[in-house]
């Protein structure tokens, strides 16, 4: 399991935007993509423990890993670092035809993205969200949407920097029952 565990940060303290490359998924990246998708739900178990339970392993079924990379309407995206994967992307395009209160829409969902602990506030989730926007406009497509959970204030910062703003907030409230 080797091909699980993180490069060492000091072998790439000195790394640079140029040494990152961002490419769609294959079949051979399931495991670094599925690592990756662990870090993100160990991080919800965590934080949400009432909604995620510690994350299974493989997090990620490899068929369902298949089924999107060969999805035209889905992109997954990883970014290496000599043939290591430090970061993945995945996105979904999202169509509505609108009804009587609503307008017709066309959007991507970024539906996951994760960067590698060593790699964070290295521009890795700048170029993913880039090459998705890219993906994006080649289908015509003018919009990205993504939903990010109150407690990642890290996350809600990078995508307020990558220019996303504030769309929707959903809200929850615990209903507490009654003791006699």
Do not use: C
């Amino acid at each position: 399991m080797d091909a699980l565990k993180r490069p060492p940060a000091e072998q790439y303290n000195k790394m640079t935007i140029e040494n990152i490359k961002i490419r769609k998924a294959v079949e051979t990246d399931f495991q670094s993509v599925d690592f990756l998708y662990q870090q993100n739900y160990k991080l919800y178990s965590k934080n949400i423990s009432n909604d995620y339970k510690n994350p299974p392993i493989p997090t990620l079924p490899k068929g369902t890993f298949l089924n999107i990379t060969e999805d035209k309407n889905a992109l997954l995206l990883v970014a290496e670092i000599d043939e290591k994967v430090v970061g993945i992307l995945y996105a979904i395009i999202e169509k509505d035809d609108g009804d009587d209160w609503t307008h017709p829409y066309n959007r991507v969902s970024v539906e996951e993205m994760s960067v590698s602990k060593d790699f964070s506030r290295q521009g890795v989730g700048t170029m993913l969200i880039e090459n998705t926007q890219n993906w994006a406009k080649k289908k015509g497509i003018n919009n990205l949407i993504v939903l990010v959970h109150a407690f990642n204030k890290n996350a809600i910062n990078f995508y307020l920097k990558n220019d996303f703003r504030d769309y929707s907030i959903k809200m929850v409230k615990k209903i507490q029952e009654k003791t006699h």
